[in-house]
């Protein structure tokens, strides 16, 4: 196989002249670079990604770190980023942290030996010191979700309060008065902050917040299911249930029909995220949407306009807030419901 | 005659511009426009995320058209090729954006600036789904949006606004407020073209965007009000067929205008007549530049109590020109145009001065003081 020497020595030209052409074509002159390329077509060479990784600091991979891989909110994300890296030539490593702090910073670890050219992290569970260390090896860091510990740098981020608040407050107006929440795991932000908004919009309606009526779930269908027949063994039923996420919210249908009661009719439901699939259960599920496609092209993008401008502060700073929006669909009963295709 | 305007500080060679539509979907379709001899050119609308657009998404009637998802179907990064093969061929180029949240659009002006567009017109009013018009109806919204893309950018920043929302003068004053360089309106109107009757189904699958000659009545209100309200310069839009109309804007304070369902339905070629026909009108009537006609009809618009009640009646001017074949008498709504011996009245006592019949048939009737 033909290496870059190879190439020099039938194009008459250095080693570091084929170089340029293959990393800085604008230093070439047009008639220099097209006989090169004649000759690299020619021999049929190819770069080596290693050597030349060696040689430009770079490996032109970057790397999406999400929560559950089973989720499909995040291979929504993940197909955003995938679809802008793509473009800029780029390739995604995807890791799974489970939701595990450990295997989070394990992962990162990993990703600075191997070099990658900058990371994406989804609903990050790193502490101060974690963070600290992603800085000081001068890797470019996007955050999807807030993270306390990262008080500077680019983020992509939606409402979590306001979205908790938007599907409750919609539950209020429907005219239920018991509404129970199925929280997702409370350690990550996110559901506390979900939580906040559903006590928020209770209390703005002078409704009574009943711990009872809170149960965590573990993010899983299983844990919307366990958490829903353990909200249906109570004397007095919640009318209505506002679940963190849609998986759950999936759990939470199965253990309601497997009671023999009927939603909305009996129970209504609202979910949170809008994955594909909660247009397609029965009944539809209503929910909170966060566009989590768009979150994943916009933390590519504010990555690589930081891998490609360097370190200026426009570029190490960027916050992007993604508006959460109440998809009506036909869980929570809700009857003057506008079909629109496109909202 | 010359035909440049300078508008939001860009020096355009005239103020014909082409709206935001598939007319300007990228570098090539831009570049027809410009070749065309527009004076600038507003790419369809960009986007963060391209979503699904369905087919077919187009409808005409006898008064428009109406359009379902007009946002472009290339990703943000694809743009900064197309803008570069507008910009080649000399082309002034305008980034029509629209997101959901004020950084979203800041982020997105940034990019397009980048690209190398001249200026961004920030889509605070589309018709479609339930869209951003809701944010758009609120001054405070408005505000947040244009301020933070105001900040973002270097390029002016003008503010494209729809008529469907309570008082678009106090929308056109927030925008203002916050720094923008331009007004443009309207957006298209939220519609549905119509029913096929026997399939019980409408024409096209969801409410969508309506624009032609039937809303440029509504748009000329609203350059009018804009230019009454705000220091601001206007580019209007709607309904622009012929270079008539074009006056008809500036007259009432547009300083450019664009253009879109009268050449998507007649080609590119129909920019070209346009722009043609309208110097052909300035120098006949001996103008140098828009800056002497801009506004000139601002003055006759009167408040109701400025208006004095004058005691018109209609007569008849000419029945001469009567051929027979229209029923004047029955289209009075007073009852007050008859005939005596085949020439056509007026009887006095009936006519109220509502001046339609002189407006219908100017040949035929006239208003006249009542003595």
Same mark, same amino acid.
């Given at each position: 196989?033909?290496?870059?020497?190879?190439?020099?020595?039938?194009?008459?030209?250095?080693?570091?002249?084929?170089?340029?052409?293959?990393?800085?074509?604008?230093?070439?002159?047009?008639?220099?670079?097209?006989?090169?390329?004649?000759?690299?077509?020619?021999?049929?060479?190819?770069?080596?990604?290693?050597?030349?990784?060696?040689?430009?600091?770079?490996?032109?991979?970057?790397?999406?770190?999400?929560?559950?891989?089973?989720?499909?909110?995040?291979?929504?994300?993940?197909?955003?980023?995938?679809?802008?890296?793509?473009?800029?030539?780029?390739?995604?490593?995807?890791?799974?942290?489970?939701?595990?702090?450990?295997?989070?910073?394990?992962?990162?670890?990993?990703?600075?030996?191997?070099?990658?050219?900058?990371?994406?992290?989804?609903?990050?569970?790193?502490?101060?010191?974690?963070?600290?260390?992603?800085?000081?090896?001068?890797?470019?860091?996007?955050?999807?979700?807030?993270?306390?510990?990262?008080?500077?740098?680019?983020?992509?981020?939606?409402?979590?309060?306001?979205?908790?608040?938007?599907?409750?407050?919609?539950?209020?107006?429907?005219?239920?008065?018991?509404?129970?929440?199925?929280?997702?795991?409370?350690?990550?932000?996110?559901?506390?902050?979900?939580?906040?908004?559903?006590?928020?919009?209770?209390?703005?309606?002078?409704?009574?917040?009943?711990?009872?009526?809170?149960?965590?779930?573990?993010?899983?269908?299983?844990?919307?299911?366990?958490?829903?027949?353990?909200?249906?063994?109570?004397?007095?039923?919640?009318?209505?249930?506002?679940?963190?996420?849609?998986?759950?919210?999936?759990?939470?249908?199965?253990?309601?029909?497997?009671?023999?009661?009927?939603?909305?009719?009996?129970?209504?439901?609202?979910?949170?995220?809008?994955?594909?699939?909660?247009?397609?259960?029965?009944?539809?599920?209503?929910?909170?949407?966060?566009?989590?496609?768009?979150?994943?092209?916009?933390?590519?993008?504010?990555?690589?306009?930081?891998?490609?401008?360097?370190?200026?502060?426009?570029?190490?700073?960027?916050?992007?807030?993604?508006?959460?929006?109440?998809?009506?669909?036909?869980?929570?009963?809700?009857?003057?419901?506008?079909?629109?295709?496109?909202? | 005659?010359?035909?440049?305007?300078?508008?939001?500080?860009?020096?355009?060679?005239?103020?014909?511009?082409?709206?935001?539509?598939?007319?300007?979907?990228?570098?090539?379709?831009?570049?027809?426009?410009?070749?065309?001899?527009?004076?600038?050119? %507003?790419?369809?609308?960009?986007?963060?995320?391209?979503?699904?657009?369905?087919?077919?998404?187009?409808?005409?009637?006898?008064?428009?058209?109406?359009?379902?998802?007009?946002?472009?179907?290339?990703?943000?990064?694809?743009?900064?090729?197309?803008?570069?093969?507008?910009?080649?061929?000399?082309?002034?180029?305008?980034?029509?954006?629209?997101?959901?949240?004020?950084?979203?659009?800041?982020?997105?002006?940034?990019?397009?600036?980048?690209?190398?567009?001249?200026?961004?017109?920030?889509?605070?009013?589309?018709?479609?789904?339930?869209? %951003?018009?809701?944010?758009?109806?609120?001054?405070?919204?408005?505000?947040?949006?244009?301020?933070?893309?105001?900040?973002?950018?270097?390029?002016?920043?003008?503010?494209?606004?729809?008529?469907?929302?309570?008082?678009?003068?106090?929308?056109?004053?927030?925008?203002?407020?916050?720094?923008?360089?331009?007004?443009?309106?309207?957006?298209?109107?939220?519609?549905?073209?119509?029913?096929?009757?026997?399939?019980?189904?409408?024409?096209?699958?969801?409410?969508?965007?309506?624009?032609?000659?039937? %809303?440029?009545?509504?748009?000329?209100?609203?350059?009018?009000?804009?230019?009454?309200?705000?220091?601001?310069?206007?580019?209007?839009?709607?309904?622009?067929?012929?270079?008539?109309?074009?006056?008809?804007?500036?007259?009432?304070?547009?300083?450019?205008?664009?253009?879109?369902?009268?050449?998507?339905?007649?080609?590119?070629?129909?920019?070209?007549?346009?722009?043609?026909?309208?110097?052909?009108?300035?120098?006949?009537?001996?103008?140098?530049?828009?800056?002497?006609?801009?506004?000139?009809?601002?003055?006759?618009?009167?408040?109701?109590?400025?208006?004095?009640?004058?005691?018109?009646?209609?007569?008849?001017?000419?029945?001469?020109?009567?051929?027979?074949?229209?029923?004047?008498?029955?289209?009075?709504?007073?009852?007050? %145009?008859?005939?005596?011996?085949?020439?056509?009245?007026?009887?006095?006592?009936?006519?109220?001065?509502?001046?339609?019949?002189?407006?219908?048939?100017?040949?035929?009737?006239?208003?006249?003081?009542?003595?």
């Amino acid at each position: 196989m033909a290496n870059i020497r190879d190439v020099a020595k039938k194009a008459g030209v250095s080693v570091a002249t084929v170089s340029r052409v293959l990393n800085h074509p604008n230093t070439v002159s047009p008639t220099t670079m097209e006989y090169v390329l004649s000759v690299i077509k020619e021999l049929n060479y190819t770069p080596n990604g290693l050597a030349r990784s060696l040689a430009l600091n770079k490996t032109n991979t970057i790397a999406l770190l999400i929560p559950n891989i089973l989720n499909p909110l995040y291979m929504e994300i993940a197909k955003g980023v995938e679809d802008v890296a793509h473009k800029k030539g780029y390739n995604t490593l995807l890791c799974n942290t489970e939701e595990s702090q450990k295997k989070e910073a394990d992962y990162i670890d990993m990703l600075i030996k191997r070099r990658v050219d900058g990371l994406i992290l989804t609903a990050s569970l790193l502490n101060k010191e974690e963070i600290q260390q992603i800085k000081k090896q001068d890797i470019t860091l996007v955050m999807i979700g807030k993270n306390k510990n990262v008080k500077h740098g680019s983020v992509v981020f939606t409402d979590y309060m306001l979205g908790g608040y938007i599907a409750t407050k919609h539950l209020i107006e429907i005219g239920y008065k018991r509404i129970a929440h199925i929280s997702g795991a409370v350690h990550q932000i996110e559901n506390q902050e979900k939580r906040a908004g559903y006590e928020k919009a209770l209390k703005e309606n002078n409704l009574p917040i009943d711990k009872r009526y809170i149960v965590e779930g573990n993010n899983e269908i299983e844990g919307g299911y366990l958490a829903a027949k353990k909200l249906l063994q109570l004397k007095c039923k919640p009318e209505a249930i506002f679940v963190a996420n849609d998986l759950m919210a999936f759990g939470a249908i199965d253990a309601i029909k497997s009671e023999g009661l009927r939603i909305p009719e009996d129970i209504a439901i609202v979910g949170f995220d809008n994955i594909e699939m909660s247009a397609l259960v029965e009944p539809k599920l209503t929910t909170v949407s966060q566009p989590a496609y768009k979150m994943g092209l916009l933390s590519a993008r504010l990555l690589f306009d930081h891998i490609e401008n360097g370190d200026d502060e426009e570029h190490v700073h960027q916050e992007i807030f993604l508006q959460p929006k109440l998809k009506v669909r036909k869980s929570c009963g809700h009857e003057e419901r506008v079909r629109e295709i496109f909202s | 005659m010359d035909l440049s305007v300078n508008f939001m500080g860009l020096q355009l060679k005239n103020p014909i511009m082409v709206a935001s539509s598939p007319l300007t979907r990228n570098g090539e379709a831009m570049k027809k426009a410009i070749e065309a001899g527009a004076g600038a050119v %507003i790419t369809e609308t960009i986007t963060s995320e391209i979503r699904r657009s369905v087919k077919p998404c187009l409808a005409s009637n006898e008064f428009g058209m109406q359009n379902i998802y007009f946002f472009s179907e290339y990703a943000l990064e694809d743009w900064e090729y197309e803008i570069e093969q507008a910009k080649d061929c000399g082309g002034t180029v305008i980034a029509n954006i629209v997101a959901y949240s004020a950084s979203e659009m800041a982020y997105i002006a940034k990019r397009v600036e980048k690209f190398g567009a001249d200026a961004v017109e920030l889509c605070l009013s589309t018709p479609y789904g339930d869209g %951003i018009e809701v944010l758009a109806s609120e001054p405070e919204k408005v505000y947040e949006f244009v301020d933070e893309v105001v900040k973002a950018v270097e390029i002016p920043v003008m503010v494209k606004l729809s008529p469907s929302v309570n008082n678009v003068a106090k929308l056109a004053k927030a925008a203002e407020k916050a720094g923008a360089a331009a007004i443009s309106g309207i957006n298209t109107i939220r519609s549905i073209l119509g029913v096929d009757i026997e399939k019980g189904k409408t024409l096209l699958p969801t409410y969508g965007g309506y624009s032609g000659p039937a %809303i440029r009545p509504i748009s000329l209100a609203f350059t009018a009000t804009v230019a009454q309200a705000t220091n601001l310069p206007i580019c209007g839009i709607g309904g622009i067929d012929t270079y008539y109309h074009v006056l008809e804007y500036m007259m009432l304070g547009a300083n450019t205008v664009q253009i879109c369902t009268s050449a998507i339905l007649n080609g590119y070629g129909h920019i070209r007549k346009l722009i043609q026909d309208l110097e052909k009108w300035m120098k006949d009537h001996h103008y140098e530049s828009f800056e002497q006609i801009r506004g000139k009809a601002l003055d006759s618009l009167k408040s109701f109590e400025e208006m004095k009640v004058e005691p018109y009646i209609a007569d008849v001017a000419d029945d001469e020109n009567d051929t027979g074949g229209k029923e004047y008498e029955s289209s009075c709504v007073y009852g007050a %145009i008859y005939r005596n011996e085949n020439r056509l009245k007026v009887d006095p006592e009936k006519c109220t001065g509502c001046g339609l019949c002189a407006n219908r048939w100017p040949d035929i009737f006239k208003m006249i003081w009542k003595e």
